[in-house]
Antibody
């Protein structure tokens, strides 16, 4: 079945960068957007951005603009989220999720998310 | 940007009773030409990723029990669990996908009374 499998937990020092991967399987990777959503301990869901694997175009939340970079490797069916200048408030579980709308290199469609990756805990601590 | 606001923040309901969660968007998320409300509901159990329950405001996702239902249009939406089961203890989130940036409500924690 369709799956998103994320990389393992990370511990980083303040000021460092982290790169989390999300490997997709059992569907055509370039047909759907991949979203990244984070959840701080005990908090709600916070949308970070999406990437269109068909053309590499990404759209970011203003909150993370300049600090987050979303990329995709179509040969590996994998999306990546890199967050730089880490601070303690970035400690969270980071999820990738597949959009269910069909997108192409010329258009993006926003729909609901299914499935989600299992989540990657990123801890920022000195 | 569209802001999603849920109420209540937490809710305790007895087993077998009805649970109702509300979600309000800061502007209409009804696509007039498609006649669809761009709203989804997710369930998140402790230690798990969110799971899709409802999309297009009222369409149940595959394998979701029929005790879960969604309703509403425009800016006001409701998730109803008709007869609460122990396995329904979770946090529930609404989400608009009408426009970028997509946005989630703050979540409603559902517990057993």
């Amino acid at each position: 079945q369709v799956r998103l499998v994320q990389s393992g937990a990370e511990v980083k020092n303040p000021g460092a960068s982290v790169k989390v991967s999300c490997k997709a399987s059992e569907y055509t990777f370039t047909t759907y957007l991949i979203h990244w959503v984070r959840q701080a301990p005990g908090q709600g869901l916070e949308w970070m951005g999406w990437i269109n694997p068909a053309n590499g175009h990404a759209y970011y939340s203003q909150k993370f603009q300049g600090r987050v970079t979303l990329t995709s490797d179509t040969s590996a069916n994998t999306s990546y989220m890199q967050l730089s200048s880490l601070r303690s408030e970035d400690t969270a579980v980071y999820y990738c999720a597949r959009d269910r709308g069909i997108s192409t290199a010329d258009s993006t469609t926003l729909n609901w998310y299914a499935p989600w990756g299992q989540g990657t805990l990123v801890t920022v601590s000195s | 940007d569209i802001v999603m606001t849920q109420s209540p923040d937490s809710l305790a309901v007895s087993l077998g009773e009805r649970a109702t969660i509300n979600c309000k968007s800061s502007q209409s998320i009804l696509h007039s030409s498609k006649s669809e409300n761009y709203l989804a509901w997710y369930q998140q159990k402790l230690g798990q990723p969110p799971k899709l329950l409802i999309y297009w405001a009222s369409t149940r996702a595959p394998a979701v029990p029929d005790r879960f239902s969604g309703s509403g249009s425009g800016t006001d939406f409701t998730l109803t669990i008709s007869s609460l089961q122990a396995e329904d203890v979770a946090v529930y989130y609404c989400q608009q996908y009408y426009s970028s940036p997509p946005a989630f409500g703050q979540g409603t924690k559902l517990e057993i009374k």
